[in-house]
């Protein structure tokens, strides 16, 4: 391990994971990969592609490392117990449509994973869009 790689690993033992933190600091985002993670559970299989996908989106679209993710997971099963969908929806309704419209379709992204959209998957997303004020061309419009 190279020295900037001890140091960080050294850090991360007595501050908590990088990736758990910024997850944690950050509401909009908790609740982001609260609501991701329940498309993943919807269907009431946790799929390998479909987790792929969460890590992808995860570090493409918020930089969040792989080796954060197993700790980020943990942090939204403790999370999740306390935050229910709705008050996760609740933090999306008053920002910009592309915002709303970027959780739609990392939502659409993780139900197409397993090639299977099973229709509690199809539910969540159109009751998450409903709420959000999304239909269905403002997720295709970004490139889902």
């Not at 946790?46 to 969040?64: D, L, P, Q, Y």
């Not at 980020?72 to 996760?88: H, K, P, S």
């Not at 933090?91 to 990392?106: D, P, S, V, Y």
């Amino acid at each position: 391990m190279a020295a900037g790689g001890l140091i960080a690993h050294i850090r991360s033992l007595f501050e908590g994971d990088p990736g758990a933190r910024k997850v944690a600091d950050d509401p909009v985002l908790s609740a982001e990969l609260l609501l991701l993670f329940r498309m993943i559970l919807a269907d009431g299989e946790v799929e390998e592609h479909e987790m792929a996908t969460f890590r992808r989106i995860c570090r493409e679209s918020f930089g969040i490392a792989d080796e954060s993710m197993d700790a980020v997971v943990r942090y939204l099963n403790d999370f999740g117990y306390e935050t229910n969908g709705g008050q996760a929806l609740a933090l999306f309704r008053g920002l910009k449509i592309e915002r709303r419209q970027q959780l739609a379709r990392h939502m659409a992204e993780i139900a197409k994973a397993d090639k299977q959209l099973a229709s509690q998957e199809i539910r969540l997303l159109r009751r998450i869009m409903d709420t959000l004020g999304l239909d269905a061309d403002d997720v295709v419009k970004g490139g889902a």
